[in-house]
Nanobody, 125 residues
């Protein structure tokens, strides 16, 4: 089994930056494809960003392209999401996700095999 633990959420002003981290552990955590999804109140969970193993390819939702950057440190089994120029519509619970096989393109919520518990990101205007 795989465990995913997010950290780094919180309150940020519109236009500011915030960084999220997700540490993976467990039997098959060493070569996972990793990603981030989010769920705003009253809305369905949606894809944000994903990264391949070992990290040559990245995928982004159109809504965050150019503002968010996903990266990974394979030695630490950790994936990061650097959020910049945040907007009020970025407010959501952000979930780390992982997949044993390569991500399809486009990435859908159903494509994730494992999920973290989520971390709240609130953007104040």
């Amino acid at each position: 089994q795989v465990q995913l633990v997010e950290s780094g959420g919180g309150l940020v002003q519109a236009g500011g930056s915030l960084s999220l981290s997700c540490a993976a552990s467990g039997r098959t955590s060493s070569n996972l494809r990793m990603g981030w999804f989010r769920q705003a109140p009253g809305k369905e969970r949606e894809f944000v960003a994903a990264i391949s193993w070992p990290g040559y390819s990245t995928y982004y939702a159109d809504s965050v392209k150019g503002r968010f950057t996903i990266s990974r440190d394979n030695a630490k089994n950790t994936v990061y999401l650097q959020m910049s120029s945040v907007k009020s519509e970025d407010t959501a619970v952000y979930y780390c996700a992982a997949r044993s096989r390569g991500w399809p393109n486009p990435v859908r919520t159903d494509d994730a095999d494992y999920w973290g518990q989520g971390t709240q990101v609130t953007v104040s205007s």
